[in-house]
């Protein structure tokens, strides 16, 4: 029998290294699958259409809201950004974690329908740092900086609802918590009990 995968939700200031953070933890990890969202924002240069998102245009994404084909979507800095359901279950029913990379509107979405999916918030070392690495990122104008500086200290506040705090100073360090949660998750007894009791 197949134990279901379990999802977990990563959510944080956006330049604070979510994508980098993730692309490592991927790498080292086959049972992961990393939910490819949709969204209405124009690609950066760097990003690949089914890779790093589906990108759609605003009257797509309507359509797809009425088919109810997103598990959970927001509106961010002036765009939409959602999570298709089917692949996440797909994932899921396989025996796969997944992994959603959302901020917490949508967070909250999915954690009302399912509660027993796991939220881990990544704060930036310091705000001096995160203003740093969306600069150096080099995608967003310095009033969209600034927008996303405000929104991040927004978002900072309401992360004492989370179950997991991850502070990304390194990549590195911020990768082996990653997978020390996602390993704490699996012993869990709920998990771990009815495994047992299943074998002969
Ligand atoms: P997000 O996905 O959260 O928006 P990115 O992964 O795009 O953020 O990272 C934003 C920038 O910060 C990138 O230029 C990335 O290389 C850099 N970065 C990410 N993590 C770190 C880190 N631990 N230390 C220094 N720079 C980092
Ligand atoms: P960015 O434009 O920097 O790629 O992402 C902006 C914000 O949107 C980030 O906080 C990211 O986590 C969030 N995001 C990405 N995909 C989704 C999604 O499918 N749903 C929601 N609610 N947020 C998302």
Redo the contacts with the bound molecule.
């Keep these: 029998m197949i134990t279901k995968g379990k999802t977990f939700i990563i959510s944080?200031?956006?330049?604070?290294?979510?994508?980098?953070?993730l692309h490592a933890l991927l790498e080292g990890r086959d049972n992961l699958y990393f939910s490819v969202s949709a969204t209405t924002r124009t690609p950066r240069p760097n990003e690949v259409d089914g890779v790093h998102y589906h990108f759609i245009d605003v009257h797509h994404f309507q359509e797809l809201i009425g088919k109810d084909e997103f598990l959970e979507y927001a509106e961010y800095v002036g765009n939409f950004y959602g999570t298709p359901k089917k692949y996440v279950d797909d994932a899921m029913e396989s025996g796969k974690d997944v992994i959603l990379?959302i901020e917490i509107q949508g967070a909250v979405q999915v954690c009302s329908k399912r509660p027993e999916t796991v939220r881990i918030f990544?704060a930036p070392p310091s705000w001096k740092e995160l203003e740093r690495?969306?600069t150096?990122?080099g995608t967003d104008t310095p009033e969209k900086i600034q927008e996303r500086l405000i929104r991040a200290k927004v978002e900072c506040q309401t992360a004492n609802s989370y179950d997991y705090f991850v502070i990304?100073?390194?990549?590195e360090e911020?990768v082996a918590e990653l997978n020390a949660i996602l390993c704490a998750e699996h012993c869990r007894p709920s998990e771990r009990i009815s495994q047992i009791l299943n074998r002969e």
């Design positions: 944080g200031p956006s330049g604070v290294g979510k994508s980098t953070v990379d990544i690495r969306l150096a990122r990304n100073d390194t990549v911020a």
